[in-house]
């Protein structure tokens, strides 16, 4: 006997059951058997996994991010130099923005050191369709020490960002506003494209 005769014989039953006027009183235990008989039965394998074991196979990794080597530029003290950093971070959709955040957090390699003041955050970063990047800086940006820390902290900045092919020229805000006139030791005034020549 098919699966849809048994259903169609279940619903039979309690239509008439319902007709015939003697179900006000209903036998629950009937109703419960054929209500079984009618189950159409689903695999328990996939039922007794957890949420978890099903998004995750036991071949996979707990770890299913997706990875991402990004060229990060730092400068070495001896030579006042920029000193390409590689490193791999997991691919997110503002990978632009994560990849200023590992600039401002430093180096890895304990010859190197950050461009950046200390305490200098990343307020925003604004990519336009033409190319340009707008990066806003905290105040403590512009408490740069020397000219040459200066230049080397915007080239590090447009080195890095300019390995993406929708960045080639980056601006400044400091706390979302223009500085045209920051002081002697470093010009957020115009816009600075990558050049690797202080690259050592």
Not at 15 to 33: M, R, T, Y
Request: with cysteine; glycine share 4%.
């Amino acid at each position: 006997m098919t699966k849809r005769l048994i259903v169609c014989l279940g619903l039979a039953l309690l239509v008439i059951c319902l007709l015939s006027g003697g179900c006000s009183k209903v036998d629950e235990s009937k109703i419960n058997a054929w209500k079984d008989m009618i189950k159409i039965p689903v695999s328990t394998e996939k039922n007794n996994l957890s949420d978890k074991e099903i998004l995750v196979n036991d071949n996979q990794s707990p770890d299913l991010s997706e990875k991402i080597e990004i060229n990060l530029y730092f400068e070495d003290p001896q030579q006042h130099k920029l000193v390409l950093e590689k490193r791999s971070i997991v691919k997110v959709e503002g990978i632009a923005r994560q990849t200023m955040h590992e600039l401002i957090n430093g180096p890895t390699q304990t010859d190197l050191r950050s461009t950046f003041p200390a305490g200098t955050q990343l307020l925003d970063i604004n990519i336009k369709p033409d190319g340009l990047c707008i990066i806003d800086l905290s105040s403590e940006a512009t408490t740069v020490t020397s000219k040459e820390q200066g230049k080397l902290m915007l080239l590090a900045i447009a080195d890095t960002l300019s390995q993406f092919p929708t960045i080639n020229k980056v601006s400044f805000l400091i706390n979302g506003e223009n500085i045209y006139n920051s002081g002697a030791m470093v010009d957020f005034s115009k816009p600075v494209q990558a050049d690797y020549s202080m690259t050592r």
